[in-house]
């Protein structure tokens, strides 16, 4: 039953993605245009559906900040209505050709980016993502199957209701944007294996989702957002700018992928840089878990067990180690790191050029927050996630990385000699 | 058992990669002559090896066309050696700076081409695509784990020992070139999984084997190879190239992937270019399975059965269909074909362009053969295998679709407001 359901939204999604792949720059912004107006209009229905679930929500007990990230707001339609437009005046990736050069008999070979054809969403909490990736896969041609989390059940349906009939309406296939109507876990596990008509999924969400969807997937998967992220502190460090980068790498928004969770201090600066972070940063409420020469240097410290190293804390906690040198540094970010985000803080050459080098992450900085990593500061316009893995995208990915390419070959009656 | 002695190979290939992140170019150029001058040094050894294999082969009733495939002499050895060297001579991708540029805030965020880390290979048969492999991962900084078919093992294990000598001795890493040294099935499903160690899989054989990779794989895949190409005649082709075209894709090397397998010919000019092509095909020994209005136009043909539109024949058989329209063969392409290279054969500048817009296909050609897609003929110095998935590479792989990206960020004190 499920089964034959999910069946049937992947036939008609791919019936989606073959017309979308043929629509106008010009077609696709005008239904962007009328799901944001759409968005509006459906505004009461969308807020009684977000409170019947944010009183379930409150019922089972939900913590305030996830009932905050999960309430919706006439405020908050409204942004996520001016996203949709934004998304509307975006450059449109999809035609642009990448290479083209003519080979030696003649023949002339490009490269043209295309639509990925069938994107499947698989997330939690938030339901502006709902209206996110719908766009972002409107703008690139893709049709979306989307799969919420039960919490967010009646604002994603409601949402996902005004969006698709605003794009029907506009002119786009009905199969371009489609939720999963059940709650069902199983369809879950349909859809990680629907690769007949699915071409990448893409999990948001915490570490547990994104494993089971990783371990378990036939389709395609981009792997999104643990992000265990390190500063490095190193000798030549102007202490001062370290200071400040901590700082807001840690509380500058604490719940997100981006934040530092370990701070590595070289030994050389340490008994300097601890005692002025541990004051910054206990004013700021902060909980520091020091390793053992740290706790030499700033007795009283909490002290960090094993499991701190790999820990995403998402929360006002810092693990705290001094290190040997910057090779020890690169080694502890290899060991325990999600290949994210990586910083160092420091006025030498060589130690800049050999962090950049040596780090193997999506994004590695010198004297800079790690909280910009994000589509939007990177100047991307837009942001589907960011991804950890190395294959097609690593990093934010924007509207770029919801395409693919193929080759558009000339000849002339060319046959291969 | 086999479990920990996998571990172990992961682990040290994770190590080597790290290694290998930080050669430069004239390091991997020098043991990539090495490995050269390894494979002739070890020829006596290879061949002995081989002969094994082929004995074996022979006993256990291996066609003649599988047992030519695995056959190695001095002369194919030789090949293999100039292969590397060939690949040694070929740009390094690795350190390029694809975007560059500074925000309004000014950070300097740009994207260096770096490589994959571990790439895993599962392979069949034919024994000289360990030195490539191997040649092309060392090259772009990947450490490789090779996994060749059972039918190669003594030769597989004799060119895998021979290059991974040669590369430790000119000072790489001894995890950089590891071959799964047992034909126990276990050892895949294991390194199937292994997404702790190995950043992408790419399985090279046939349809059983990369369907098995790609359902129960953790690691990323690459999905490569399965072509069921058309090549489609317009109402406005010239009928001379569509003839000189069609004997081309089918005929010069009819075991391919790019080989085509079905022509669906316009009905308008159907009456005249079958009896053609029925002649020109018959002469070269094609087995030709029409359908039921081309049988009416050459009576005697065998009739095609539904199976035949989605069968990769790689043999000369040819499916031939008669249809009404250019959406006719677009429909029929997107029903059965793989995403391989599908043709349009036409004098019509709007038939070129609808043809061009509405295949989904890594490669879409017109008035040229469907046998050049291919890395060498399209220019890029070297194939690791043909992606027919949307996500990472699409169409052929050449040392680029070997490489990741990471983002770097330079700063001056840099915090996100």
Avoid at 249 to 254: F, I
Avoid at 382 to 410: D, N, V
Wanted: one cysteine or more; charged letters at 20%; hydrophobic letters at 45%.
């Amino acid at each position: 039953m499920i089964q034959a359901k999910m069946e049937e939204m992947g036939k008609l999604a791919k019936e989606a993605a073959h017309s979308l792949m043929l629509a106008s720059t010009e077609e696709k912004n005008r239904a962007l245009i009328a799901m944001a107006r759409g968005l509006i209009e459906a505004r009461e229905e969308i807020l009684q559906a977000n409170e019947a679930d944010v009183k379930q929500g409150r019922d089972k007990g939900m913590s305030s900040s996830l009932l905050d990230r999960l309430m919706l707001s006439p405020q908050r339609i409204r942004e996520m209505a001016e996203g949709l437009e934004a998304v509307a005046a975006l450059p449109d990736p999809i035609g642009e050709a990448i290479e083209m050069s003519r080979r030696p008999n003649g023949l002339e070979i490009g490269k043209i980016r295309v639509p990925l054809g069938v994107v499947g969403i698989i997330y939690e909490s938030r339901p502006n993502v709902t209206a996110d990736a719908a766009g972002l896969c409107l703008k690139t041609g893709n049709a979306i199957i989307l799969r919420g989390g039960s919490e967010a059940f009646n604002s994603n349906r409601a949402i996902a209701r005004a969006l698709s009939a605003a794009a029907s309406a506009a002119g786009v296939h009905s199969g371009a944007i489609q939720l999963v109507d059940t709650t069902d876990r199983e369809a879950v596990n349909i859809l990680m294996k629907m690769n007949r008509y699915v071409d990448v999924l893409i999990p948001r969400g915490g570490a547990g989702l994104i494993q089971t969807v990783v371990q378990q997937a036939a389709v395609p998967v981009i792997q999104t957002g643990v992000g265990n992220c390190h500063i490095f502190v190193d000798a030549d460090a102007d202490l001062g700018m370290a200071l400040d980068i901590a700082v807001n790498a840690k509380c500058q928004r604490p719940s997100v992928c981006n934040a530092m969770e370990t701070i590595l201090v070289h030994e050389q600066i340490a008994t300097d840089f601890l005692p002025l972070l541990t004051g910054v940063m206990q004013e700021l409420q902060v909980e520091l878990r020091g390793c053992e020469k740290s706790l030499e240097i700033v007795p009283g410290l909490k002290a960090a067990q094993d499991a701190d190293w790999e820990t995403e804390y998402l929360d006002l906690i810092l693990a705290v180690k001094v290190v040997k040198s910057l090779d020890d540094a690169v080694e502890h970010i290899a060991r325990y790191g999600t290949g994210h985000s990586e910083a160092i803080i420091t006025n030498s050459y060589a130690s800049s050029r050999r962090f950049l080098a040596a780090i193997d992450a999506a994004a590695v900085f010198v004297n800079a927050s790690t909280r910009f990593t994000d589509g939007f500061q990177f100047g991307m316009g837009a942001e589907i996630g960011i991804s950890t893995q190395k294959l097609h995208a690593r990093g934010p990915m924007g509207l770029k990385e919801l395409t693919s390419t193929k080759f558009i070959i000339y000849g002339n009656g060319h046959i291969r000699p």
